[in-house]
C-alpha cells in the first residue's frame, strides 16, 4: 500500500513540475534506429521556472516530429523521462514551463518515426533554471501612529515584477498571513489599519511577477501601534459647595493629550455617561440640588483622538447638604408682641428666617421674616384675638436652608373693653 502511495505521489509531483506542453505518457515501445538523423545543435535559455529550447530543424521525410526527455529533481533517480512529443518536423523551439526554480535539470532529444521508431539520443544538455526572484530590497515600518502602522519599501527594479504581496505576523506564532496584495511595481506604500493600540507586529514583503512567480520574501521588520494616553491621576471631587461638585486632576504627562472627557454615574455601579469635554484640568458640575452624591471617571485624549482608560475607581463628589433644623424653644406672648426663641442646630448656620402663618379672608396666610442674627425675633406685627404659627428656618453662608422646624401655635388674647 505504501508502495502505491509513493508511486500516486510521484506521478503527482511530476505532472507538477514538467512542462505542460504536448506532454504524452512512454510509449509502450519503442524501437531504437541507428540510421535516423540526430537531434544536433541544441541551444538553450533559462528563467526561473522555464527552459526554452533551439535546434537545428530535421526536415527529411522519414521524421515525423521530436521527443524530449528530461530528468525529474523529484525522483532522484538519474533517469531521463519522457515531457513532450512534437509531431512536426519543422517546428524547432519548446518551452519547458513550471519547473523549480535554481534547480539542474537534464535533457536530451531524439527523433521519431510514425511507426515508433525513435533514432539515438543527442548529448545530455544540462540547464539551471534561476533562482528564485529576490523580494524588495529595502523595507520600512514606521510607529507610532493611532491604531495603524505605515510600511514603505523601495520599488522593485525588475520591470516584471507586478505586485506586492503583504504579509503580517503578530508575534504569537510563526504563522504568517496575507493581509493584502499591492498591484503596480511603483507602488510603494502600505497602512496596515484596524490595530490594537500599543501593540507590535511583524511584516515581510514577497513580489510577484506578471506570469505569477512569487519571491523569496523581504526582511522583517516590526512596527507598533500608538499606546493610549495614561490614565488620568489625581482624580477629586469636592463634597462642601453648594449645588455644584468641582471635579479636578492632575494634568497629563503626555505632550499630545489635548483634552479630557468627564464621565458621570449616578452609583458607582452603573455605566458611566459622557458629561462634558474640557480641555482645563477641572470641570464644575452644575447639580442645582442640594446634599446630591455624583461619581467621576476622567479620560484624557491626545490629538489623535485616542482616549485612555478610565480609572478603575470611581470618586465620590457631593453637592453641599441642607443644614440641620434649628429647635424651637419657645414662643409667647410678651405685653403686644409675640417672642420667639430657638436653639441653633447646625454649626453652618449664620442667620435665620422666621415663618408665621395665620388665616385671614378665609385663606391661609404665610409672612417670612429674613436675615434674623441671633435666637430671639419679636413679632410686634399681631392682632388681639388672632391665632399664628411659628416656625424657624437655619441659612448658612451660601444660602441654603434648613427644613423648617415644627410650628408653635399661640392665640393672641382679644382686648377687653376698658370701664
Request: glycine content about 4%; proline content about 6%; overall charge positive.
Amino acid at each position: 500500500m505504501k508502495k502505491l502511495i509513493v508511486i500516486i505521489s510521484s506521478i503527482v509531483l511530476t505532472l507538477i513540475f514538467s512542462g505542460c506542453q504536448n506532454i504524452v505518457p512512454t510509449p509502450p515501445k519503442r524501437t531504437i534506429d541507428p540510421n535516423m538523423p540526430l537531434v544536433r545543435d541544441i541551444k538553450i535559455l533559462t528563467d526561473m521556472t522555464e527552459v526554452a529550447f533551439e535546434w537545428r530543424p530535421i526536415y527529411t521525410d522519414n521524421i515525423s516530429g521530436y521527443r524530449i526527455y528530461r530528468s525529474d529533481p523529484l525522483k532522484k533517480d538519474g533517469k531521463l523521462h519522457l515531457i513532450a512529443t512534437i509531431d512536426d518536423r519543422y517546428v524547432s523551439h519548446y518551452v519547458d514551463t513550471k519547473l523549480i526554480p535554481g534547480t539542474v535539470y537534464y535533457y536530451r532529444m531524439a527523433t521519431f518515426t510514425k511507426g515508433n521508431r525513435e533514432s539515438e539520443p543527442s548529448n545530455v544538455v544540462e540547464a539551471k533554471t534561476m533562482p528564485l526572484l529576490a523580494s524588495v530590497p529595502f523595507i520600512k515600518a514606521i510607529s507610532g501612529l493611532p491604531h495603524r502602522i505605515k510600511l514603505i519599501w523601495r520599488p522593485h527594479p525588475n520591470p516584471r515584477v507586478a505586485a506586492y504581496i503583504i504579509q503580517r505576523n503578530d508575534l504569537t506564532n510563526l504563522k504568517w498571513n496575507n493581509i493584502a496584495t499591492i498591484d503596480g511595481r511603483l507602488n510603494a506604500e502600505y497602512i496596515d489599519k484596524g490595530l490594537q493600540d500599543n501593540k507590535s507586529y511583524r511584516y515581510r514583503v514577497k513580489v510577484k511577477t506578471y506570469d505569477d512567480i512569487i519571491s523569496t520574501p523581504s526582511d522583517i521588520v516590526e512596527g507598533n501601534t500608538k499606546p493610549l494616553p495614561p490614565i488620568v491621576a489625581g482624580v477629586k471631587a469636592s463634597r462642601n459647595l453648594p449645588k455644584r461638585i468641582v471635579i479636578s486632576w492632575q494634568k497629563s504627562p503626555s505632550k499630545d493629550v489635548v483634552y479630557y472627557n468627564v464621565y458621570r454615574a449616578v452609583t458607582p455601579y452603573l455605566f458611566y455617561t459622557y458629561l462634558a469635554k474640557t480641555a482645563d484640568n477641572k470641570f464644575v458640575d452644575m447639580i442645582g440640588k442640594d446634599g446630591v452624591a455624583r461619581y467621576y471617571k476622567v479620560t484624557a485624549v491626545d490629538n489623535e483622538g485616542l482616549e485612555s482608560l478610565k480609572q478603575e475607581n470611581p470618586v465620590m463628589g457631593t453637592t453641599l447638604a441642607k443644614l440641620a433644623s434649628p429647635v424651637l424653644t419657645n414662643v409667647t406672648m410678651d405685653g403686644n408682641f409675640v417672642k420667639i426663641t430657638w436653639k441653633k442646630g447646625d454649626n453652618r448656620a449664620i442667620k435665620y428666617t422666621v415663618v408665621k402663618t395665620y388665616n385671614e379672608n378665609f385663606s391661609r396666610k404665610k409672612i417670612k421674616y429674613i436675615n434674623i442674627y441671633g435666637n430671639t425675633y419679636i413679632d410686634k406685627d399681631i392682632t388681639p384675638g388672632k391665632s399664628y404659627a411659628y416656625s424657624v428656618i437655619a441659612v448658612d453662608k451660601y444660602g441654603i436652608e434648613s427644613k423648617p422646624t415644627e410650628e408653635i401655635n399661640i392665640d393672641v388674647p382679644k382686648q377687653e373693653n376698658a370701664e
